[in-house]
């Protein structure tokens, strides 16, 4: 732990105290967003200490020109950046003539910020005393509108405390900004119409060589007492309009802004129309008024709480820490449209260009087949199925064949956008996990419908690249798989991966069995899957000896697969023994020496045993955990949940609950150093596996749900809910008991502990 300045709360994210030097991590922490558009929670008002300025648009980016030492054939030509998007949020403030300012003022008190996460409001309020000299007190509040998701609303109020003084409000729009992160400072928007219009203004523009048309708008009034005062233009650029509303404020009074604003995009109205929609929607939310689109606010961050909290009594830090997950994770995604995707960072910071992972098919798809309905999660794989074209592109580029399909380890569109030679080329088992969520997503939800689809091509395309990148060793007389990195990527360019070779012996054999169930129960799907790929028997053949015949290494002396050839070769010292002053390796070591290291950045060898559990035993797991385990150093944020899950399938309680607080505070309390960077969006979702799978022991056995619950010492009771193909079961857990809840007009029956028992709709089943 880095920081501990978030005060614990069940509901809230909490600072108390104003300090420069948590500005940026907090910009991070007390991030909003709506699915559709996200903010950095920076200050309307002008802040001239250190700050990242960050307003995001969904779906909309910028291919930034890759940029790198030398180049070599196969390289993506761009690293997709997200985009900092005009600013609609900014409100300059004048006290007395004097521009208004947090870094300057001469004293600031009782400094508070609060993000809500039962209601999805972010409140920022504090006194100071300005640089001239005048005392006030300010109250602002923000949020991202559910219902009107191209909307923002805020509420800023100054109370003037002491003397009167004259207050001027000049909100504003600017796209004049820059990106936190660029390769080479291009310019990234072209601003081409700025206009105003009584207490609205627009600026449209769009961005460069992506031609992703938005109009950037906002309507503002200010109230004082009964009296709503008159603005009038303030200034007007090719980039930047304001509006200015000025008014002498009596002593203990208070005066009100309120500004609404967002983004309309050419993604989802007609380009010609953005200002008209614009118009229509900022009519929409002031017939409502802030008071009533808050309470609309209120009560559409209820209804999905009521689906995907999860309540745990007896451990505020560990409350706070599920709810905080959560909260972003459907900030991030509420699975309305199927163009869009999971980024790492959500709408929180702009590392790793904001694009789409293999980390929504490893972690969040079981969050959101969970929590919401099947369609959501069939969006995410339908996202992949319309790339398809894409990843076929993408192998060939690398010299891939016959429709061979590599899906990117980073895009935005389809497209390998990621410009590191070890990730773009050796990261190949990302193909293995989008293979992975089609077989997740059938054995939960019970909808095959997927496959015959949309899934089998998928699964065709990425078999025939597994096939074409394994060669024959006549040493060996096994196929293997040389240059690849795995999911430990202190490890590049290594031989035999021993979970990348897994996943494709699992990815070709499941393939051929989804070939033979949709020949004999989809025979229309088939023929034209078949006709459209000119799949024949022979090429299958082909692929079965390759999976029959697969290398994987193993080590007698210590009767473990080794995460790759050459792995004892390391001097094999474990995690334990390295000073503090090392940690983190990967800010403190040359990448040489972390190569050379047998240092684990995330589960390896474990991800695979997480993955296919049902084909090893328990004394098999706790055999790879001891001797795993040890070397790794958890420097992903997608490390400890994998070892939450694994730990607490051995009875280490303990063990367990240590990686899920990890897990589960990463970005509060700044495990990594890198808060201020942006959060750790995909990983959340395995803060929620931590506890459902891991503590909660959910699988599908069988074709059924199955629970093996424990809880740890620290926590009285913990509950959360299921949707089980489309049964919503709601599971409570003490030291004593595990009672279950079924909402439905259907019975059901589970396993729990290995034992059949039945559920019936509105009846309390204890075990």
């Known amino acids: 732990m880095n920081q501990d300045y978030i005060k614990p709360d069940k509901w809230c994210i909490i600072e108390e105290g104003f300090d420069s030097e948590n500005v940026k991590s907090s910009e991070s922490i007390f991030s909003i967003g709506n699915g559709a558009m996200g903010q950095r929670a920076n200050f309307e008002e002008t802040y001239t200490g250190e700050t990242f300025q960050g307003s995001y648009i969904a779906g909309v980016y910028y291919p930034d020109k890759t940029r790198v030492g030398w180049w070599k054939n196969g390289y993506p030509e761009y690293f997709a950046k997200v985009l900092n998007a005009p600013n609609w949020i900014g409100i300059k403030v004048f006290v007395d003539g004097v521009e208004f300012d947090l ?12 993000l809500n996460m039962k209601e999805g409001v972010y409140t920022r309020s504090f006194q100071a005393v300005t640089s001239n000299n005048i005392e006030i007190d300010v109250v602002v509040k923000r949020f991202l509108s559910l219902d009107v998701d191209e909307v923002g609303a805020i509420s800023y109020t100054i109370k003037v405390l002491k003397t009167d003084a004259t207050i001027v ?18 310019k990234f928007w072209n601003t081409t119409n700025v206009s105003s219009e009584n207490n609205r203004a627009f600026i449209e523009a769009h961005t460069m060589k992506t031609e992703f048309k938005t109009c950037t708008f906002m309507q503002a009034s200010v109230s004082y007492g009964d009296k709503d005062v008159s603005s009038v233009p303030a200034e007007k650029t090719d980039n930047f309009v304001s509006l200015k509303f000025e008014q002498n404020v009596k002593a203990k009074e208070s005066i009100t802004l309120t500004k609404y604003g967002g983004y309309t995009v050419a993604r989802n109205h007609p380009k010609d129309d953005l200002v008209k929609v614009a118009k229509n929607s900022l009519s929409e939310v002031s017939e409502l008024g802030f008071k009533g689109l808050l309470k609309k606010q209120i009560a559409a961050w209820a209804a999905i709480w009521e689906m995907s909290d999860i309540v745990i009594k007896g451990d505020i830090k560990a409350q706070q820490g599920i709810r905080f997950n959560i909260f972003q994770l459907n900030q991030t995604y509420l699975g309305t449209d199927s163009r869009l995707n999971i980024g790492p960072k959500g709408f929180t910071g702009e590392k790793y260009g904001g694009s789409t992972y293999w980390d929504t098919e490893a972690y969040c798809i079981p969050f959101y087949m969970a929590t919401k309905d099947d369609k959501v999660a069939r969006k995410l794989l339908k996202y992949r199925y319309n790339h398809l074209e894409k990843a076929i592109e993408n192998a060939k580029k690398l010299g891939f064949s016959n429709g061979a399909a590599l899906y990117p380890m980073v895009t935005m569109n389809g497209e390998e956008c990621h410009n590191e030679w070890e990730i773009t080329f050796e990261e190949i088992h990302r193909n293995g996990a989008i293979a992975f969520a089609i077989h997740n997503y059938f054995r939960y939800t019970g909808d095959y419908s997927y496959i015959p689809e949309m899934g089998l091509e998928v699964l065709i395309g990425i078999s025939r690249f597994w096939y074409q990148r394994v060669n024959l060793s006549k040493v060996k007389n096994k196929y293997v798989m040389l240059g690849v990195t795995g999911p430990n990527e202190y490890e590049n360019n290594v031989n035999n991966n021993w979970y990348t070779n897994y996943l494709a012996k699992w990815c070709i054999n499941y393939t051929l ?47 473990v697969f080794l995460q790759q050839d050459g792995f004892l070769d390391k001097d094999l010292v474990k995690v334990s023994e390295l000073p503090k002053s090392d940690r983190p390796i990967n800010q403190k070591w040359s990448w040489d020496r972390i190569l050379r290291s047998p240092y684990i950045k995330q589960a390896d060898v474990l991800q695979g045993f997480y993955f296919f559990e049902e084909d090893f035993s328990t004394e098999d797991l706790e055999r790879h955990f001891d001797f795993y385990e040890p070397f790794t150093v958890h420097e992903s944020s997608l490390s400890p949940c994998v070892h939450s899950i694994q730990a607490a399938k051995l009875g280490r309680m303990e063990q367990a609950y240590n990686f899920y607080l990890r897990t589960s505070r990463l970005d509060l309390d700044d495990y ?60 409570k857990v003490t030291a004593e008991n595990t009672t279950f809840q079924l909402t439905g007009t259907e019975e059901v029956s589970i396993r729990v502990n290995g034992k059949k028992v039945s559920l019936y709709p509105d009846e309390l089943i204890t075990v």
């Open 103 to 114: 870094a300057t003022s001469k004293k600031v008190s009782g400094f508070r910020r609060e």
């Open 513 to 559: 069995t989804q070939l033979e169930k949709v020949k004999n129960g989809y025979p229309d799907d088939y023929h034209r899957i078949v006709g459209k790929t000119k799949l024949t028997d022979r090429e299958c053949g082909k692929w079965k000896k390759v999976a029959s015949k697969m290398y994987f290494p193993y080590s007698k002396e210590y009767g």
């Open 672 to 731: 990594n150093k890198e808060v201020e960077e942006g959060l750790h969006i995909t990983s959340m979702a395995g803060t929620w596996m931590s506890i459902v799978e891991g503590f909660g022991g959910m699988r599908i056995v069988n074709d059924k749900l199955s629970f093996k619950p424990q809880i740890p010492n620290q926590w009285k009771t913990y509950s959360f809910k299921v949707n089980f193909r489309n049964r919503i079961i709601k599971v």
């Open 169 to 186: 409000f000049e909100p504003y729009l600017d796209s004049g900004i820059t990106n936190e992160d660029s390769n080479w400072d291009d």
